[in-house]
């Protein structure tokens, strides 16, 4: 995982404290970054990225 990259790329997208499923997806294509990253990355960076809007439901 590439954490730099993904700070980045919340940086550049204005993400700093939650992120939507539709955000992550976007970011995840628009920076070739798997999805499991992002989401492993808004789990362990700190402060923690809440995901919101979740398409599965699992967060909210």
Do not use: W
Not at 20 to 34: G, L, R, S, V
Request: some cysteine.
């Amino acid at each position: 995982m590439d954490t730099e990259k993904i700070r980045k790329a919340f940086e550049a997208s204005g993400i700093t404290t939650e992120i939507t499923c539709p955000q992550a997806f976007k970011i995840a294509e628009e920076y070739d970054i798997p999805k499991m990253h992002i989401a492993k990355y808004c789990n362990t960076v700190d402060p923690r990225v809440k995901i919101r809007g979740c398409q599965l439901g699992c967060f909210k």
